[in-house]
């Protein structure tokens, strides 16, 4: 098990590594002296149990604070604040916090500022929920996240939860026992179990049924499963990443999506724009794929694919270089080979709107935001609501198109 540490802030900061148990307070026979009236001298204590920290409060006047919430007794997570009396102190498995990066990179300057937060993002324990649309590579920055996170010596675990029908998921995810239902022949670990010490991506979350969404909000804001057709709750250890393309705001005022897991998710946010918004990237991802599968495109070519709308994304791209080594082997991709590769489906739905040129789209997303600032009077909340985007999206988008936010409020 990971070694656990208690840093203080300030100047003066120190760093307790913490063992079996430590004990908090004034008193002086505590290894990390708290001051202040409101401490007592045995005020908390925090203690490894299995393969967690626990912090009991001990019966402390006015009380034992995690995340500024009152605790009696709570486990504790990577990043966790906790407060006695006045002072605060952080809970970590980083002994010396790293300069935090992130591998992924994009010359699309908005996109590539969100990326770069992602360092910090990753070392956390936090959940992080992805919203984009299908094909704009959320299981990509999902394992990103979990490579650059002290969990990367454990597993990363991928469900895709609109895959499986109800029942299905459910074993999937919290595993069930022999003779649990029809089919059940062993007793079979799921998802949180398998991903123990390491990280669980549940991809397209928002195809996740309602019934199932309760029992998956439990399980996080417990941190415990019970395997179908047990009658003992099972305790977890992992980092949850969610994705899904749907606009969960919309399945919220629907009643398809539950709100409150929805709140616990949305720690972080992360949106990855589609390809039509970040053609900065398309030269280096065209070469990264054409390189791999040993395709070569001329000028020409790459120019026509930079005209398509690419409704798919990324993966749209990756599968036309594929489908290019399939039919063209050996062959440099020339203009006229382009038609034939391209998604004629597609093509047909996407070639009756005028959104082929990027800056048209830019210009569309711009004028969006500034007809909602104008509805909302410069509200920022309403304004991300109403296009469906996290408030840090939009904030960003303000910036990218320099739009001042004080000239709409009254």
Not at 156 to 181: D, M, P, R, W
Not at 321 to 326: D, P
Request: hydrophobic content about 40%; overall charge neutral.
């Amino acid at each position: 098990m990971m070694q656990a540490f208690l840093k203080t802030f300030g100047e003066n900061a120190k760093t307790l590594s913490i063992s079996d148990f430590v004990t908090l307070g004034k008193d002086s026979s505590c290894p990390l002296q708290i001051p202040g009236e409101n401490v007592a001298d045995r005020h908390c204590r925090l203690e490894r149990k299995e393969t967690t920290y626990i912090i009991r409060d001990l019966r402390s006047p006015l009380g034992t604070f995690v995340n500024d919430a009152r605790v009696v007794e709570a486990l504790l997570q990577e990043g966790d604040i906790i407060r006695i009396g006045e002072v605060e102190l952080l809970f970590t498995f980083e002994k010396e916090q790293p300069i935090a990066t992130f591998p992924m990179k994009s010359r699309n300057e908005v996109w590539n500022q969100e990326l770069q937060v992602l360092g910090n993002v990753a070392v956390t324990d936090f959940p992080v929920l992805i919203l984009g649309p299908s094909g704009t590579g959320k299981d990509v920055i999902a394992q990103n996240l979990h490579e650059c996170s002290h969990r990367r010596s454990g597993p990363f675990l991928s469900v895709n939860c609109s895959a499986l029908s109800e029942t299905l998921i459910e074993s999937e995810l919290f595993g069930h026992i022999k003779g649990s239902f029809t089919g059940a022949i062993n007793d079979r670990k799921g998802a949180f179990e398998a991903a123990r010490g390491g990280t669980l991506f549940l991809d397209e979350i928002g195809d996740l049924s309602y019934s199932l969404q309760a029992k998956l909000l439990r399980a996080l804001e417990n941190n415990e499963i019970r395997p179908v057709g047990a009658d003992r709750n099972v305790k977890t250890d992992v980092r949850i990443i969610a994705a899904t393309h749907q606009n969960l705001s919309d399945k919220i005022r629907e009643g398809a999506f539950r709100s409150d897991l929805y709140f616990r998710l949305n720690v972080v946010t992360v949106s990855p724009p589609a390809l039509a918004l970040r053609l900065e990237d398309f030269d280096e991802l065209l070469y990264t794929f054409a390189k791999k599968m040993k395709v070569r495109f001329s000028f020409n070519a790459i120019a026509r694919l930079k005209k398509h709308p690419w409704p798919g994304n990324i993966r749209e791209l990756k599968n036309l270089v594929t489908r290019a080594s399939a039919l063209y082997p050996r062959i440099q991709i020339e203009e006229m080979h382009i038609e034939k590769l391209l998604d004629k489906t597609l093509i047909t739905t996407q070639e009756a709107t005028p959104v082929n040129d990027i800056p048209v789209i830019k210009e569309i997303e711009k004028q969006m935001i500034l007809k909602r600032l104008a509805a909302n009077k410069g509200n920022q909340r309403r304004t991300a609501q109403d296009l469906g985007m996290p408030k840090s999206t939009l904030h960003d988008r303000l910036k990218y198109y320099d739009i001042d936010v004080e000239s709409f409020k009254v």
